[in-house]
């Protein structure tokens, strides 16, 4: 593994934070990638309340700035864990020179032929999950800001955190942050371009034990939008907690052969 100059971008999905990489980020800095696990606007220990957070953008502003800030010539292998497949694609939109490679982690993968609530729209309309006792709430009685999401005790044992430790739920269950999907902003949006997110070359880790975005959901957005190269984990949604070792090495092999 590892060369210095590959650098790997870790970006965690909705209600998590860049704390949920610790067990990946901590192996591939040992093996000499350089890692950043940024929070997203609203989570992990971004200051801001959700309600200050009005759009995708805004809440994909900490990745945004912190591609722009990258020196000419650098790429990173961005990677998107949930609905931080969307914050990738978003990244990858406006920045497609600077990504060498987008991997998509158990995660929501736009096309570019629909806006990118259609994934996350489909995902709900089919019912592909029981939400059990999240809680979806309107944040303001105008309806202008988007429906705040926040995952329950019950949903985050049975459908994401079934193959960790104790532990590693205990410790979330303790971090987890109001979040949201986003879908009323993202449905007004246009579709990322060719030239844009479909010009970078993508590649989509399955989760095979996934009870969150179960894998038949997964495999869809793979036809619906087929990549260089589908990898396969026998991990829960949260892989990086209860898969590391495998994922580190998965990883470590995608930056190896496109960074």
Same mark, same amino acid.
């Given at each position: 593994?590892?060369?210095?100059?590959?650098?790997? %971008?870790?970006?965690?999905?909705?209600?998590?934070?860049? !704390?949920? !990489?610790?067990?990946?980020?901590?192996?591939?800095?040992?093996?000499?990638?350089? %890692?950043?696990?940024?929070? *997203?606007?609203?989570?992990?220990?971004? =200051? /801001? =309340?959700? /309600?200050?957070? +009005?759009?995708?953008?805004?809440?994909?502003?900490?990745?945004?700035?912190?591609?722009?800030? *990258?020196?000419?010539?650098?790429?990173?292998?961005?990677?998107?864990?949930?609905?931080?497949?969307?914050?990738?694609?978003?990244?990858?939109? #406006?920045?497609?020179?600077?990504?060498?490679?987008?991997?998509? &982690? $158990?995660?929501?993968?736009?096309?570019?032929?629909? +806006?990118?609530?259609?994934?996350?729209?489909?995902?709900?309309?089919?019912? !592909?999950?029981?939400? #059990?006792?999240?809680?979806?709430?309107? @944040?303001?009685?105008?309806?202008?800001? =988007?429906?705040?999401?926040?995952?329950? +005790?019950?949903?985050?044992?049975?459908?994401?955190? @079934?193959? $960790?430790?104790?532990?590693?739920?205990?410790?979330?269950?303790?971090?987890?942050? %109001?979040?949201? #999907?986003?879908?009323?902003?993202?449905?007004?949006? @246009? +579709?990322?371009?060719?030239?844009?997110?479909?010009?970078?070359?993508?590649?989509?880790?399955? $989760?095979?034990?996934?009870?969150?975005?179960?894998?038949?959901?997964?495999? !869809?957005?793979?036809?619906?939008?087929?990549?260089?190269?589908?990898?396969?984990?026998?991990?829960?949604?949260?892989?990086? &907690?209860?898969?590391?070792?495998? *994922?580190? @090495? $998965? *990883?470590?092999?995608?930056?190896?052969?496109?960074?």
């Amino acid at each position: 593994m590892g060369s210095g100059s590959k650098h790997i %971008v870790l970006v965690h999905g909705a209600c998590l934070g860049g !704390w949920s !990489w610790f067990k990946v980020a901590t192996p591939l800095r040992a093996a000499g990638y350089r %890692v950043d696990t940024p929070d *997203l606007a609203a989570s992990g220990v971004d =200051p /801001r =309340p959700l /309600r200050e957070v +009005p759009t995708f953008r805004d809440y994909t502003a900490p990745l945004l700035d912190l591609l722009a800030a *990258l020196p000419d010539g650098d790429r990173v292998v961005l990677v998107g864990h949930s609905l931080g497949g969307v914050n990738v694609a978003l990244a990858a939109e #406006m920045f497609p020179g600077k990504v060498a490679a987008a991997v998509f &982690l $158990c995660a929501f993968m736009p096309d570019c032929a629909a +806006p990118p609530s259609h994934v996350l729209e489909k995902f709900v309309e089919g019912k !592909w999950l029981d939400w #059990m006792d999240t809680e979806l709430k309107p @944040q303001d009685d105008e309806g202008k800001l =988007p429906t705040s999401m926040l995952f329950g +005790p019950r949903i985050m044992r049975e459908k994401f955190f @079934q193959l $960790c430790s104790p532990e590693d739920l205990t410790l979330a269950s303790s971090l987890m942050r %109001v979040s949201s #999907m986003f879908i009323e902003d993202l449905v007004v949006q @246009q +579709p990322f371009t060719k030239e844009g997110y479909g010009s970078v070359r993508r590649v989509y880790v399955v $989760c095979s034990e996934d009870y969150a975005i179960v894998e038949g959901f997964q495999r !869809w957005m793979v036809e619906n939008n087929p990549v260089e190269e589908v990898k396969e984990i026998a991990a829960d949604h949260l892989v990086m &907690l209860s898969r590391p070792k495998e *994922l580190v @090495q $998965c *990883l470590a092999d995608i930056a190896d052969k496109y960074a």
